[in-house]
């Protein structure tokens, strides 16, 4: 068909909307979110312990391992050292010296949310009972606990990655340490 002399060209264009690129751009972020903390969830060792010092104190939480057998009790250490050269008394204000708190890490759309799950003080029906303890320099004293891989009401929790935190609160100080280790599933 010949074009005459008064024939516009026409470009064929697709109308562009705001709210289209916006909904495009929001997907494709949320996808490299998830990527990238997948990968970095993966990357997050696995630990069974855990030091800190605090002055004259030296701090170490332990676990045996990183990954116990579904229902295997989870046993807990947390190593209390007197490092300086006279006795340190300390104060406790509850029946129990140490409480570990275990949580479960929850994912929730493209990150990890920490659920507590079991707290030791309920489950020894901690009360406020203070007393004292006096270490010896040099000396350890060791404080220890079980996780039984259970909810607070008794029910098994399902394999997963949890974390166990311990608190020690005692004179005019509070410190805590953070374990993170898996339940797998049974063989």
């Not at 104190?57 to 045996?64: G, H, S, W």
């Not at 029910?155 to 609160?169: A, D, N, Q």
């Amino acid at each position: 068909m010949a074009r005459t002399k008064f024939e516009k060209k026409t470009k064929f264009t697709l109308p562009v909307n705001p709210l289209t690129i916006t909904v495009a751009f929001l997907i494709i972020a949320l996808i490299t979110l998830g990527v990238i903390r997948y990968t970095i969830s993966r990357s997050q060792p696995f630990i069974n312990k855990a030091s800190a010092d605090l002055d004259y104190l030296l701090f170490r939480l332990e676990m045996e391992q990183e990954k116990y057998h579904f229902g295997e009790p989870v046993k807990l250490r947390m190593k209390i050292q007197n490092t300086s050269n006279k006795p340190v008394t300390l104060n406790f204000p509850y029946s129990e010296e140490v409480d570990f708190w275990v949580y479960r890490e929850d994912d929730w759309l493209f990150f990890k949310f920490p659920t507590l799950i079991w707290k030791y003080s309920k489950y020894k029906n901690s009360v406020a009972q203070p007393h004292k303890i006096t270490l010896q320099p040099k000396e350890v004293k060791i404080f220890s606990g079980v996780w039984p891989q259970a909810y607070q009401n008794g029910k098994r929790v399902p394999p997963g990655i949890y974390r166990i935190v311990c608190k020690v609160e005692a004179n005019d100080f509070a410190i805590s340490m953070t374990l993170r280790g898996n339940a797998e599933k049974e063989p």
